[in-house]
């Protein structure tokens, strides 16, 4: 739920600067949200905890999910760092087809309700290649569909789950914090040096993640 919360809140600070496009939030945004509800409400609980054993050796839920996590990540990355400068358009979101959109939604709605958490290192990578936004745009627009995935998500897993309240509130005023002052430093870097460094970030994230459940 911090998430949520704390997307919104960026989502809200990159809204008062222009930067969130709400034609692909309504159109990108509604397949994958849906989709988060129904896979944290009704396929994740279906799921065992150990999927595969040999012996000592197995294959767990937890496990999986990481090193899927993982790959994702690098395959995000690298779709950044090698994505040539191009042109953007601001209206593209309404010119693609409505099926190819709610599959692109379907696809990041699936995968943010498996992992319970992450979709924004598929959506940024998503909205600038896939939907031709431009880089800050991608960040603000994205923030508003993840907080909408996690709140929808979190809302699945109530009853499920005990919750830490305290901890949770605690958190979520730390990461505000944190946005806030992202933000701050977003409006003095320029786009296409914060798509490359997102895009090695992410490699660098993947593939600690990969070594460490995989080798550690």
Known sequence: ?????????????YYRNGLVNFKTVLLFGASSITTVFITRKFIIPQVPNVLWQSGSFQITHALLVMVIFAILMLAASIAMIQNKKASVDENSPSKKKPVLLLFYGILIGLVTGFLGAGGGFLLIPALVILMKLPMKEAVGTSLLIISLNSLIGFTGDIGRYPIDWDFLFSVTA?????????GFFNQKVNAEKLKKGF?????????????KEIFL
């Open 1 to 13: 739920m911090h998430v949520g919360f704390t997307s919104l809140v960026g989502a809200f600070n």
């Open 174 to 182: 730390i990461a505000i914090a944190g946005i806030f002052t992202g």
């Open 199 to 211: 895009g090695w970030f992410v490699l660098v994230m993947g593939i600690y993640i990969l070594v």
